[in-house]
């Protein structure tokens, strides 16, 4: 994840909500910026840093989702 002026931002909450039911699932960024939202299940979900929407700020898994992604996040 990075601010605006592309600088990795440390200690930030990355939340993943879902649009229908189920768990919001959390993270913490590291000082690289990097975060790992582990258990989500096929869905839609609204993203969040700290509360507010990210850049993007839609993530959707279905049948094709690779089981691991790499989200570059923007404040």
Do not use: C, H, W
């Not at 990075?2 to 990355?14: D, K, L, S, Y």
């Not at 189920?22 to 990097?34: C, D, M, R």
């Amino acid at each position: 994840m990075t601010n605006t002026a592309g600088e990795p931002v440390n200690g930030a909450r990355v939340e993943a909500i879902p649009q229908e039911e189920g768990e919001t699932i959390f993270s913490v960024t590291n000082p690289a910026g990097v975060f790992y939202l582990e258990g989500l299940k096929q869905g839609s979900y609204d993203l969040k840093i700290n509360g507010n929407p990210s850049q993007p700020n839609k993530l959707i898994i279905d049948q094709s989702s690779e089981p691991f992604q790499e989200l570059n996040l923007q404040e």
